[in-house]
């Protein structure tokens, strides 16, 4: 959106440093390039883009979020985190919902013990789950998620949980592709594995040496089988290990949430004065606090 169009609403509020920041927000923001759920942009065929892109949206977040909020028959709850950012996003989001006259409750959290509570309370509710600053550094899996509900999770903290990645097809991380090389995501097979053919196999042969119709040859080839699989787990849960281990190392914050929330705003024409100062609000307390050094200035360079 030109700046000509929503810098007059703004009046003096904002001090030049935020004015430029939003202006190469919006400018990078036209330029990003679009994909979504079931979007095919891999050509590595590597595990990792593949399979969670399913979980992942990024950057057209009206498509593959909000109008699929706004055209599903589901309730909309809003967690939300106590911070600043939180705040600000929540602020942004639902100026939007309203425009849209779309109902929504607002619940929040000031801990994950709280969103538990809340999930192991709600398990008969059909809702989109908005989680906002939360959720994305733990397991959605292991919260059991109401299973006709959805969670969308717009969270700053990293990494994600590898569970939310690849093993919940009820849950969609929001993310920004420019910060998609810096999640390095292990490759799905590194740290994913079915072991229902293994457990199969060797319930088979269980039940054939129980039976007696294998010979003495038959029975110590199927042991010799059953020693080389056991091995081969040992062997791939150690690797596992070792890349949770590297992958978890470090935790960094991304850029603050309301600029995801205020990209979406301006996609849909939406920018107002009101929503602009809570998107300045929340980035200043992110700068202040010196949250998100890594991505932060990468993307907006000179701030």
């Not at 509900?149 to 939310?164: G, L, Q």
């Not at 978890?248 to 929330?261: G, H, L």
């Amino acid at each position: 959106m030109d700046s000509r169009v929503w810098l007059p609403l703004i009046g003096s509020r904002l001090l030049p440093r935020d004015i430029n920041v939003i202006t190469q927000l919006l400018a990078n923001n036209n330029k990003a390039s679009v994909s979504s759920v079931g979007s095919t942009g891999n050509h590595s065929g590597k595990p990792d883009e593949k399979n969670s892109k399913k979980m992942i949206l990024e950057d057209n977040f009206r498509r593959g979020f909000y109008n699929n909020i706004i055209q599903g028959d589901k309730s909309v709850v809003l967690l939300v985190a106590i911070d600043t950012d939180a705040l600000c996003t929540t602020m942004i989001l639902t100026h939007l919902l309203r425009c849209d006259d779309i109902p929504f409750s607002i619940l929040v959290v000031d801990g994950w013990e709280s969103v538990e509570k809340i999930f192991a309370t709600a398990q008969e509710q059909k809702c989109y789950y908005i989680l906002i600053n939360c959720g994305a550094n733990h397991s959605l899996s292991r919260l059991q998620l109401p299973p006709a509900s959805i969670a969308y999770v717009i969270d700053s903290h990293r990494p994600f949980n590898i569970e939310n990645v690849y093993a919940n097809d009820q849950a969609f991380m929001l993310i920004n592709s420019a910060e998609r090389a810096d999640l390095r995501l292990p490759d799905a097979d590194q740290v994913m594995r079915d072991d229902s053919e293994d457990e199969s196999s060797d319930d088979e042969d269980d039940d054939g040496e129980e039976n007696g119709v294998y010979s003495y040859e038959q029975r110590m080839e199927k042991i010799q089988r059953k020693a080389i699989r056991r091995e081969e787990r040992q062997l791939w849960d150690r690797q596992r290990r070792n890349i949770l281990w590297r992958y978890n190392e470090s935790t960094w914050y991304s850029s603050p949430i309301c600029v995801m929330a205020l990209e979406l705003a301006a996609e849909m024409n939406r920018l107002s004065a009101e929503s602009m100062w809570y998107a300045a609000v929340g980035l200043n307390s992110a700068l202040n606090d010196k949250l998100p050094e890594k991505v932060v200035y990468h993307r907006f360079c000179h701030i």
